[in-house]
């Protein structure tokens, strides 16, 4: 019973109704755009040419059962989450470390700057040089996407703990350990979760430009009528050699959707080990 | 007004005895003298007011008893311990000095009552079990219950300042060192949190020293009120408030506190004018 009207409120959340109809306004504004020449006789310009919703979503409707898709979205989230998970792994002790020593502040972060202004798409020949395969190489730019903004984030977030918290602990008879481990670590956290929300965003950003430009990685290249094995982003170059245009846009919301869902997910999960934040 | 002492214990430490302190800042050659030949003594349980002008020097002083900075020169004896003095510029930081800051510094990712527990833990002389019930148990005696699991983000300033305190009695110290808590109080909390700081007070005889702007604030909670000459500070006139402890809201409308204020009034504002046209910033 409750649950039911929990459920309603939700859905009748007035932001959340604004949000639905702005969707389906967007949606309709497509489909009038893209069948303007059929139904005004009058091709509206840019999105004439794009196909209609209703004719992507048919289309999305058969590759939902062609493995071939599932398989290219899922080798890019693989990509995403080593790329990602790396970048965390190497990127918040690293900022960590910078924070704290500024000796090795010092000696790291002129190298740092100058590595920080190169896109990451800039690495891509470089990377297929130096890296054995396809797939290590997709994932070192990935890894670059997320690497600096992570770093970046958490050294700013450590220094600007308020020394006070150092001088209270430290007065409390805290160890230099229990100091890390109780005020820089939780102090830190909540600049940790904003970088790697970023670097989320960037990386999914990377992926699909790396896989179309190294064409696809390694695990059979383009083979397949959807470019399987090839991840989203070679999905999507497929597509357009091929002549499929309602399923580059396929290929393009799914990248969209699973964005969105994977930033959301670092989202609860931020908010959740930082519980002091949603008290405000 | 009662004269029966509602004092449970009489404090017999937390004597603290600055001689000739002494510290010279020295940013790109500009000497700048801080804190000149300051000597003052406070004895166990005395809760000592320094009031002055901002930027006079209370604070340096304040940070060479809690072992944050160095003294150019001088002695800092706590109990007959020598906290610095020749040789050692700089005291320890540690649990018998815990000091309450301006702003507060309640660690925002911890729960009210693991900001509490925190030193007792942190010290080794309670398990986390034992330290979580004292601290709850000391909450509760300070009009703290219920806010145990909230975070210092979701209570009001007031009640911050005093999660606060109750944090720093925690430690057992001798001296609680006291930099301006209330300041960013409106007049009406801060009412509420004297009487409550004076409730803690008579239950803890803990010896205090309290920097405060506020010259009402001085005499209503002190036992003495120590007024610093503006930069370099050193104590220009200390008054010895003989109105008896306990103290109630009562006694700001007393005559005796009128004539306290009176006195000091004239020594304090002499310091502010100094102070502004030395063109310290005021505020």
């Not at chain 2, 005291?91 to 702003?103: K, S």
Request: charged share 20%; hydrophobic share 45%.
């Amino acid at each position: 019973m409750r649950l039911a009207e929990e459920m309603k409120k939700r859905l009748f959340d007035p932001t959340r109704l604004r949000a639905i109809f702005a969707i389906v306004v967007f949606v309709v504004l497509w489909e009038l755009g893209s069948r303007s020449k059929d139904w005004f006789g009058y091709a509206a310009p840019w999105i004439s040419v794009i196909p209609a919703p209703d004719a992507v979503i048919v289309v999305w409707w058969g590759l939902l059962g062609d493995a071939g898709y599932w398989q290219s979205g899922y080798l890019s989230l693989l990509r995403v989450l080593s790329g990602f998970g790396a970048a965390l792994l190497i990127g918040v002790p690293l900022g960590l470390l910078m924070a704290l020593s500024r000796n090795f502040y010092g000696i790291v972060f002129p190298t740092f700057e100058v590595l920080r202004p190169i896109p990451p798409l800039a690495w891509v020949p470089a990377a297929i040089i130096f890296w054995p395969t396809q797939e290590l190489s997709i994932a070192f730019i990935t890894f670059l996407g997320a690497f600096y903004t992570i770093v970046i984030n958490t050294v700013d977030g450590a220094k600007s703990i308020d020394p006070r918290y150092f001088e209270a602990a430290r007065a409390m008879g805290s160890s230099g350990w229990d100091v890390f481990r109780r005020i820089i670590l939780p102090g830190t956290l909540p600049s940790i979760t904003l970088g790697a929300a970023v670097g989320m965003g960037i990386v999914w950003e990377v992926v699909v430009a790396a896989e179309m430009i190294s064409g696809g990685g390694s695990s059979m290249g383009g083979a397949g009528a959807s470019g399987a094995g090839g991840g989203l982003g070679f999905f999507i170059w497929n597509s357009y050699t091929g002549g499929s245009y309602e399923q580059i846009v396929v290929g393009m919301l799914s990248i969209g959707i699973a964005g969105y869902l994977s930033s959301g997910g670092l989202r609860m999960l931020g908010e959740w080990i930082t519980p002091w934040l949603r008290v405000r | 007004m009662s004269a029966t002492p509602l004092h449970k214990k009489v404090a017999t430490r937390g004597h603290l005895k600055i001689q000739d302190a002494h510290k010279v800042y020295d940013p790109e050659g500009a000497a700048v003298l801080a804190v000149d030949n300051c000597s003052l003594e406070i004895q166990p349980g005395e809760i000592c007011m320094i009031v002055g002008p901002s930027g006079c020097g209370k604070t340096t002083l304040l940070n060479a008893i809690a072992g944050f900075h160095s003294l150019t020169s001088g002695t800092i004896h706590l109990d007959g311990e020598m906290l610095c003095g020749p040789g050692k510029p700089k005291a320890e930081p540690g649990a018998d000095r815990i000091v309450v800051f301006q702003n507060g510094a309640l660690f925002p990712w911890k729960t009210n009552l693991e900001n509490v527990a925190f030193g007792p833990i942190m010290q080794g002389t309670m398990s986390p079990q034992e330290a979580r019930e004292k601290a709850r148990a000391i909450m509760a005696d300070a009009g703290l219950s219920g806010m145990e699991n909230n975070y210092p983000g979701e209570i009001s300033s007031g009640v911050r300042r005093r999660v606060e305190i109750v944090r720093a009695l925690m430690n057992d110290p001798k001296v609680l060192l006291l930099d301006e808590p209330y300041r960013a109080l409106d007049s009406l909390t801060k009412s509420v949190m004297h009487e409550a700081l004076l409730e803690i007070y008579y239950r803890n005889q803990v010896t205090i020293f309290f920097i405060t702007h506020d010259l009402e604030e001085a005499i209503f909670l002190g036992h003495r009120v120590v007024i610093m000459t503006t930069r370099p500070c050193k104590p220009k006139k200390i008054l010895t408030v003989d109105i008896p402890h306990p103290r109630d809201y009562s006694v700001l409308t007393s005559p005796r506190f009128r004539e306290l204020m009176d006195e000091t009034m004239e020594a304090v504002h002499e310091e502010a004018v100094k102070a502004f046209a030395a063109g310290e910033r005021e505020g």
